[in-house]
């Protein structure tokens, strides 16, 4: 079966630039997104297919995908970025995969 | 603008079946593959289900292959989940999510809020 590894916690100064990686074995080849939930709350897509923003999501997020890693990238961190941020990929044995998540702390 | 509304969660006991509802608005139901997706108290995201627009794909995982049956009715609307043979470990919040096309293998936007599900004696 397909997995991915995000790591637990990521933290970020304020202002600064955040990364969450997605590792996968080739995960390259397929379509990488990301959700943003924050606590109590629904998730909500960030990105679709590796690096594109869906309507309403501020330019500060963009993604990345290559090799065994996919990257979110979020720069100018806010307070308001503070979340819980998932990965998802589908695969052909496995069907829908989420990563585990990571949690962003903005400092 | 498109509204999913989850209803059907309570505390069930060990081995009880339960249905879930999602009722879908503001979006043309039927060109839409749907989803389940799970999450355990405190956890991360589970997928559950997925059904193509016409219930003509349907995929399932493993951990509750055989006991749950995603299934639709575009006439109402409507996704639908019916859990039998439940566990304590199906324990979260369920929430419904519109795929992006017609097939359930791409992304999902929006989510509706959940139902809490709770197997518990």
């Known amino acids: 079966s397909y997995e991915l590894t995000q790591p637990l916690s990521v933290s970020v100064a304020l202002g600064q630039t955040a990364r969450i990686t997605c590792g996968g074995n080739?995960?390259?080849?397929?379509?990488v997104h990301w959700y943003q939930q924050k606590p109590g709350q629904a998730p909500v897509l960030v990105i679709y297919r590796d690096s594109n923003r869906p309507s309403g999501i501020p330019e500060r997020f963009s993604g990345s995908n290559s090799g065994n890693t996919a990257t979110l990238t979020i720069s100018r961190a806010q307070a308001g970025d503070e979340s819980d941020y998932y990965c998802q990929v589908w695969d052909s044995s496995t069907h829908v995969v989420f990563g585990g998540g990571t949690k962003l702390t903005v400092l | 603008e498109v509204q999913l509304v989850e209803s059907g969660g309570g505390l069930v006991q060990p081995g009880r079946s339960l249905r879930l509802s999602c009722a879908a608005s503001?979006?043309?139901?039927?060109?839409?593959?749907m989803h389940w997706v799970r999450q355990a108290p405190g956890k991360g995201l589970e997928w559950v289900s997925g059904i193509s627009w016409n219930s003509g794909s349907i995929g399932y995982a493993d951990s509750v292959k055989g006991r749950f049956t995603i299934s639709r009715d575009n006439a109402k609307n409507s996704l639908y989940l019916q859990m039998n043979s439940l566990r304590p470990e199906d324990t979260a919040l369920y929430y419904c999510?519109?795929?992006?096309?017609?097939?359930?293998?791409?992304?999902?936007?929006?989510w509706g809020q959940g139902t809490l599900v709770t197997v518990s004696s």
């Open positions: 503001g979006f043309t139901f039927d060109d839409y593959a």
């Open positions: 080739n995960i390259g080849r397929k379509n």
């Open positions: 999510a519109k795929d992006y096309s017609s097939s359930w293998l791409n992304w999902f936007d929006p």
